[in-house]
């Protein structure tokens, strides 16, 4: 992450891992800037402008459901990951372990 | 929020102009929460809302490339879907369609026998404004394609078939057999045309070829020779920087030589204009007097084959020069 060099790579690699990690933590229903800080504490440092498309684009593919609530002063749209929404994490979760294991497997031949 | 000056205000006005009118609504009131919500915990944090504002507004950045994303619009002219197709298109009509205009452009101020500096200037508008018009107008095609969401195969869809043809470099046989029978064909209608003629004269033929011992004798020089050159082509099998230029000697001689036929009146049959001036009559005589400033009827006639005289050798000696280009290209494999 300190090599600007290597920036381009890291972002590639960590874009598709957003939705997986946006999917996961939408089971128990949250909105945008909830989400921002609690993708960045659990490891995924996400910027505001990468997140709000990434929301629409997967509510338009029925994977988030969304709702205003409208309780509290300002209205706020909440998402809650759909049943499609999970099949796709599941789908996501297996094929991160698996190129988790294919990348350590060649670590190890290497050795 | 009163303050119509506002970082946050300007922001969502900027995204909303760049939206499609269906989908504005719903994305500018999405926007308006997403951006409400950066911005209240910086104030509780103590921030000004002026200097929150201009902090997440900043972080959302360009309005237009923000809405594109949004949106999944592409943010480019031409994408990776269609780049190769177009760059393929741009560069066949880059070389086909300036030669084609350029040619007709000439071809034009010759008849209209325009001075040498009025032709070189119209060529070079002409040649700018076709490479502009060319480049515009495909790459505006592919914009709409990439912007409609095209998915159909078009005909610019590639496929193994149109890899080109290592075979074409090689010179072999049929191009011999090509030529040879050219040649032949070419020598069979010059004495059709002496013995038998090709217009119905209700009388004896009149040849279109001046039947004068030169013209033939120039021509018949040149048959030969083109024959020598295809059989050496033949024998050396390949193109070679030599056989090149012996090609653009030959092309150039035999431009340069019949043009000098045309010009000084030795290559197309006097009688044969007498007659054609005869036969047309008063219909005639009037197209003539119509086309005195272009030297007469005889004198278009006349630019045109001159222009045919050196438009081929011309295509002669770029094709030979192209054949041995590509040779050398692919030679590191052969």
Redesign the interface.
Known sequence: MNDTEFDGHLQELRRGTIVLASLMLLRTPG???GLLEQLASAGFPT???TL??LL??LEKQGCLESEWNTDEA????FYRTSDVGLRLATILTQEVAAIAAATAALTERED | MTDTNAYADRYLEAVSRALPAASRAEIVAELEASLAEQVEPRIAQGESRDEAERHVVSEFGEPIAYASSLIDRPMWLVGPRYYAAWLRLLRLLLIIVPICAVGATLLGQLIARASVGEIFGGVIAVLIGVIVHVCFWTTLVFFILERTGSTGDTILDWDPDRLPKAAEIRSGRPDLIASLVFLAIVVGAMLWDLLLGFFPTGGTPIPILNPVPVTWAVLLLFVVAEAVFAIVLYLRRRWSTALAVANTVLAAAFAAASLALLISGALVNPALIDFIAEAGGEGFAQGQLASAGQGGVFGILGVILGFCLVGFPIWDVVDGWLKLHRLRSAAPRA
């Open positions: 909105y945008g800037y910027d505001a402008n709000y498309p629409r684009r300002r209205p706020r749209k």
